[in-house]
């Protein structure tokens, strides 16, 4: 029988796999890739083969086109800044 402790761990190492999984992912979207969405469909659906998973990690690291992650990076903020759960806060 599982305890609640039991649970809690695989549930820890259930986020765990799926951080890894998107890893390639969260990286090419936090720098703000230029790329992220084909790193991303590319991931989602070939990275479950490690050889898919490899290509969508080291296309995350590849080089990113500085103009187009200030665009990116200054619509973002504008976005966040516009959120539901800012509005009313100064």
Not at 13 to 27: D, M, N, Q
Not at 35 to 57: D, E, F, K, P, S
Not at 64 to 72: I, L, M
């Amino acid at each position: 029988m599982m305890t609640i402790g039991d649970y809690f761990w695989e549930a820890v190492v259930v986020l765990g796999a799926l951080v890894v999984y998107f890893a390639p992912s969260i990286i090419a979207t936090h720098r703000f890739h230029h790329q992220y969405r084909a790193v991303c469909v590319l991931n989602l659906l070939l990275g479950w083969t490690v050889l898919g998973w490899i290509a969508a990690l080291i296309w995350s690291f590849t080089a990113v086109d500085k103009e187009r992650a200030k665009e990116w990076a200054g619509e973002w903020e504008e976005r966040r800044s516009r959120a539901w759960w800012r509005r009313g806060r100064h």
